[in-house]
T-cell receptor
Framework: GENVEQHPSTLSVQEGDSAVIKCTYS??????FPWYKQELGKGPQLIID?????GEKKDQRIAVTLNKTAKHFSLHITETQPEDSAVYFC????????????FGRGTSLIVHP | GAVVSQHPSWVICKSGTSVKIECRSL??????MFWYRQFPKQSLMLMAT?????????EQGVEKDKFLINHASLTLSTLTVTSAHPEDSSFYIC????????????FGSGTRLTVV
């Protein structure tokens, strides 16, 4: 089955700095990679996703990059703000069927004002 | 984006009673929904995959007779925690498979269950 490793487990940055969270996956059949932000006491919220036919995707201050050869993908947050503080989860799965997403263990991002 | 509505957001119940949690996909038909349990400061632990019109598929170690799942329609899945005990207290989250509609896997807002 799929195995997703996520690093770091905790990331502390100053407001305005950039934050990068990295994930690796094991199953070459995986072709869909979503990222979720979870605030305390709430369900995870999809913030960006990327499919295997794309190497990079941006949405304002958030970007995701994918290296299929190396089987790793990363979340980049620029100009971090205190409201970006949350737990971020990456996931990998093979879409197109009822495949189950495999989640990373999560990264607790703390943005200090 | 897509919305998955989960109710209740929190519930307190007495030991031995049952609690039902509902998960509804509001913007799309979800043939597959997932139920997760999350412990403090930990990742999402998949409990079961709920398929519309068929029996749920439970993960290893999850008691199917304790955590009853019903997916009777394309927009509604329910999780019933039967004969709840304090160790069942946790944060339960559902998600719906909306990938084919371009929505990705959308999560509900979660239910905080406290068994006293």
């Amino acid at each position: 089955g799929e195995n997703v490793e996520q690093h770091p487990s905790t990331l502390s940055v100053q407001e305005g700095d950039s934050a990068v969270i990295k994930c690796t996956y094991s199953d070459s059949a995986s072709n869909y990679f979503p990222w979720y932000k979870q605030e305390l006491g709430k369900g995870p919220q999809l913030i960006i996703d990327i499919r295997s036919n794309v190497g990079e995707k941006k949405d304002q201050r958030i970007a995701v990059t994918l290296n299929k050869t190396a089987k790793h993908f990363s979340l980049h947050i620029t100009e971090t703000q205190p409201e970006d503080s949350a737990v971020y989860f990456c996931a990998a799965l093979a879409s197109g069927g009822s495949y189950i997403p495999t989640f990373g263990r999560g990264t607790s991002l703390i943005v200090h004002p | 984006g897509a919305v998955v509505s989960q109710h209740p957001s929190w519930v307190i119940c007495k030991s031995g009673t049952s609690v039902k949690i509902e998960c509804r996909s509001l913007d799309f038909q979800a043939t597959t929904m997932f139920w997760y349990r999350q412990f403090p400061k930990q990742s999402l632990m998949l409990m079961a995959t709920s398929n519309e019109g068929s029996k749920a598929t439970y993960e290893q170690g999850v008691e199917k007779d304790k955590f009853l799942i019903n997916h009777a329609s394309l927009t509604l899945s329910t999780l019933t925690v039967t004969s709840a005990h304090p160790e069942d207290s946790s944060f339960y989250i559902c998600s719906a498979d909306g990938v084919r509609y371009g929505y990705g896997y959308t999560f509900g807002s979660g239910t905080r269950l406290t068994v006293v």
